[in-house]
């Protein structure tokens, strides 16, 4: 049934594409109207899920910690064990990889790990709920086809979000490296490994090959973490839209699926963040 | 898989997140865990601290204990031996009490027995002189026989 399949199809599209803003002549526009906006449109949905998750999770940690440092050696409750546990697991990780002195890396890897992982957990709120609500609203109160309003709740299927947090990291990695080895060193260590010989001349013929893999090695680390978790949740969020579609099935199917997909979640987090500490250990580590 | 501004603003919502994290949510938290941390760590160090002292003390109030044990058992012969001593000391005292007293009553009774052995003597020095006077009345001469009499008084 070619009217069927279409359906289905454009059911899965509307899943996947997020709420677009740009300016068009002047004047904000949203969604189709944004098509030829190219770069520069912003994906709103994107944006407000993964600043509303970063906030709420600011907001508890910093509620956990105001009550801290009210009273350090007071009994602490349930959730103040609880974050407490998340900064212990967080700082244990971080000891355990990253020998510098650094005052950034551990909150760093405790964002990321927290904010990651509420990001991902969106994935497991059923996938029509949300995109359905938003299109009752959008047609309700804005008088925009549902079909017309775009809602993908989960920002880490969106590239946009781990590209930019692979791309902070990758600020960091440089800034690392020069911090700790200065720019001179740097370079050094971009043209003088991994082939190394004590003829100046054979050395100077070397520079390129080396240039090109260090070069290669080094943004290969970003590309990786960004994709990796993009992946990871794109493809998780792609099984739950097409269980969704398949009627009355879905329901022991969706159950396994979402079951395995907690792993997911927690471990792509834990992943992205482990990445983060390792290659920052990297970057400020003098070894070569 | 577009990128487009939205990668810009991701890029600065996650850079505040850091910061804010780093400022105001990791420190306080940190503090609070090591000082709690501290906190367990001297309560523990001070638990091994009590126990040792504990048993030190135990140590100490059985070996004073042993102490005064042999002590009061000293004290006790001490006095089993003073009683011994006095008790010896009192039969002493009273043996020669005893001595004394039957010694000085001896002495009483023989002087009283001396003395009355003088006055018999003397009664019967002058009863036998009354006797023989009654006898001898007519012929003898109190005078001149007194020599004989002074003899047999002295007999007697």
Redo the contacts between chains.
């Keep these: 049934m070619a009217a069927g399949e279409s359906n289905i199809s454009s059911h899965i599209q509307h899943h996947l594409t997020?709420a677009?803003m740009c300016t068009v002549d002047g004047s904000v526009a949203f969604n189709k109207a944004c098509s030829e906006a190219g770069?520069?449109?912003?994906?709103i949905d994107?944006?407000a899920w993964?600043?509303g998750l970063?906030i709420l999770?600011?907001w508890l940690?910093?509620i956990?910690?105001?009550k801290?440092?009210r009273d350090?050696?007071a009994v602490?409750g349930k959730f103040q064990c609880f974050?407490?546990l998340l900064?212990?697991f967080v700082?244990s990780n971080v000891k355990s990889t990253f020998y510098g002195n650094s005052?950034?890396i551990?909150?760093?890897a405790?964002?990321i790990f927290v904010?990651v992982f509420l990001m991902n957990l969106m994935d497991l709120v059923p996938v029509d709920v949300l995109p359905a609500l938003a299109g009752w609203i959008g047609f309700t109160f804005f008088g925009v086809e549902s079909q017309n309003v775009y809602m993908k709740i989960v920002?880490t299927t969106?590239?946009?979000?781990t590209?930019?947090?692979a791309?902070?990291v990758f600020v960091l990695m440089i800034g690392y490296s020069i911090k700790i080895k200065g720019v001179v060193g740097f370079i050094k260590e971009l043209t003088l490994h991994p082939f190394h010989a004590k003829n100046v001349v054979v050395q100077a013929l070397l520079v390129p090959f080396n240039l090109l893999l260090e070069v290669l090695a080094l943004i290969t680390k970003p590309f990786s973490l960004a994709l990796r978790l993009?992946g990871n949740l794109y493809a998780g969020e792609m099984i739950f839209i097409l269980i969704g579609i398949i009627g009355l099935l879905q329901l022991p199917l969706h159950f396994i699926w979402a079951v395995f997909h907690i792993l997911v979640i927690v471990l792509q987090a834990f992943v992205f963040m482990m990445l983060t500490i390792v290659y920052l250990s990297m970057a400020s580590a003098d070894n070569h | 898989m577009n990128l487009t501004l939205t990668i810009i603003g991701q890029m600065i919502a996650f850079a505040v997140f850091v910061v804010f994290c780093m400022k105001f949510v990791w420190p306080p938290l940190m503090d609070a865990i090591e000082a709690r941390q501290k906190k367990i760590a001297d309560g523990l160090a001070a638990t091994d601290r009590a126990e040792k002292d504990l048993a030190l003390a135990q140590d100490k109030a059985k070996d004073q204990l042993k102490d005064a044990k042999a002590h009061a058992a000293e004290i006790i012969e001490q006095a089993k031996k003073r009683e011994a001593k006095m008790i010896d000391e009192a039969i002493a005292k009273a043996n020669a009490e005893r001595e004394h007293i039957l010694a000085q009553a001896k002495a009483e009774v023989d002087a009283e027995r001396i003395r009355a052995r003088e006055e018999l003597r003397k009664q019967v020095a002058s009863l036998a002189v009354a006797g023989a006077e009654r006898i001898l009345q007519r012929s003898i001469d109190e005078a001149a026989h007194s020599d004989i009499l002074e003899k047999l008084v002295a007999e007697l």
């Design positions: 997020n677009k770069f520069w449109v912003l994906h994107s944006l993964s600043i970063g999770f600011l940690f910093r956990a910690a105001v801290a440092s350090q050696l602490p974050v407490e900064v212990e700082d005052k950034l551990a909150p760093l405790l964002t904010w920002p969106d590239i946009n979000t590209a930019a947090l791309m902070g993009y």
